[in-house]
């Protein structure tokens, strides 16, 4: 989770009470100055950061498994403690206050409410369009466990999480790239749709030539099984395609050169 960079402060070069608390202010309490030439979304009101707190108390209630890794990302009390642990702790409000603070850039909560107060003080609230910052694709797997093993072990990626006993939830994922797995115990396509039409779940892009010329052939060493080898598009893409045990195709793409 990125930190919001409240740049309608820095542009300001403020020292106000905004920065009181703020990760990364000086030592004096100011804000570093950049010239930015965009200013970003003026932070939440404190009934919305209350509310987003409280929603966060609830979900790790009702033992929301996604949430764990959030919590454990940003509060580093729960660094050590794997999911289950971290849906088993004791967590109060005042941690999950703490969580929303970290989250927009500041030590704690009551350094967060001094930002905040004088963000309001300073900029008038505008609404703003919400900004969608990731896609995940879901493939449906016959087995989470033999689906993350072909993962890691044929694709490079690591187990972000597995849900259940036995698991039927899990996530795979390989630097920004993420597959969610799914249990479905019975067909969900009618005979071989998939490869007659080539009907892809998944797409993952690289940004260079080089990079996804590299991933073929590490792929390739792997013994991965591919749908569609290493292939010139006429559009300027390279890509390839991986056939996962299930049937699922995902798409590697990059540019040609």
Same mark, same amino acid.
């Given at each position: ?10 542009? @300001? ?11 990364? @202010? ?14 970003? &979304?003026?932070?939440?009101?404190? /009934? !919305?950061?209350?509310? #987003? ?5 609830? +979900? ?6 996604? %949430? ?22 004791? $967590?109060?409000?005042?941690?999950? #206050? ?7 850039? $500041? ?8 930002? @905040? ?7 008038? =609230? ?9 896609? %995940?694709? =879901? ?10 093993? $072909? *993962?890691?072990?044929?694709?490079? *990626?690591?187990?972000? $999480? ?13 630097? !920004? ?19 007659? #039409? ?8 690289? !940004? ?5 010329? =590299? ?9 991965? !099984?591919?749908? =569609? ?5 006429? +559009?300027? &893409?390279?890509? *390839?395609?991986?056939? /996962? ?13």
């Amino acid at each position: 989770m990125q930190s919001v960079l409240l740049t309608t402060l820095i542009r @300001a070069g403020t020292n106000s009470l905004a920065a009181v608390g703020r990760i990364g @202010a000086t030592a004096e309490g100011a804000m570093p100055t950049y010239d930015v030439k965009t200013v970003a &979304a003026p932070m939440p009101n404190l /009934d !919305n950061l209350k509310k #987003q707190a409280k929603q966060y108390l609830r +979900w790790h209630r009702e033992r929301y498994h996604p %949430v764990a890794a959030e919590i454990r990302a940003e509060l580093p009390r729960f660094r050590h403690l794997d999911d289950h642990q971290v849906l088993e702790a004791s $967590f109060k409000l005042s941690d999950a #206050q703490e969580l929303v603070a970290r989250r927009l850039g $500041f030590e704690g909560w009551q350094a967060l409410k001094a930002g @905040a107060h004088a963000v309001t003080a300073q900029c008038k =609230q505008t609404p703003t369009h919400p900004i969608l910052s990731a896609t %995940v694709a =879901q493939l449906f797997v016959s087995d989470i466990k033999a689906s993350c093993d $072909f *993962f890691t072990t044929k694709l490079g *990626f690591v187990v972000h $999480f597995t849900y259940g006993d036995p698991p039927f939830y899990g996530a795979v994922k390989r630097d !920004n790239a993420r597959l969610s797995l799914r249990l479905i115990c019975e067909p969900v396509f009618v005979g071989d749709v998939r490869r007659r #039409q080539h009907l892809l779940s998944g797409t993952i892009e690289v !940004n260079t030539a080089a990079e996804i010329k =590299q991933l073929f052939l590490d792929f390739q060493t792997a013994g991965v !099984n591919f749908h =569609q080898t290493l292939t010139k598009e006429p +559009w300027g &893409a390279r890509n *390839f395609t991986v056939e /996962d045990p299930d049937g699922n195709l995902i798409l590697f793409a990059g540019p040609a050169d």
